[in-house]
């Protein structure tokens, strides 16, 4: 799990081989593909993802965009 701060809230996320989950404040969880995350921007293309992780798929600016568009509270 890596938490990130966006604001005053403190979400976890945790990224898999496809999918990205997200866990707000509130405690609902979020699923969703690591392609609807990345969205148009692809950030983490270029990254090192061939160490078998997830992590190294999508950059932490990603998910922050992806919560903040999506209005995940």
Known sequence: M??????????????????????PPSGRKHLATIEEVQGDG??????????GTGDGRL???E???YIVAKGIK
Request: hydrophobic content about 40%; overall charge positive; some cysteine.
């Open 2 to 23: 890596t938490f990130i701060q966006i604001g005053k809230w403190t979400y976890k996320y945790l990224v898999g081989p496809f999918t990205c989950g997200i866990v």
């Open 42 to 51: 692809k950030l983490a293309a270029t990254r090192d993802s061939q160490s």
């Open 59 to 61: 950059a932490p600016d």
């Open 63 to 65: 998910v922050a965009a």
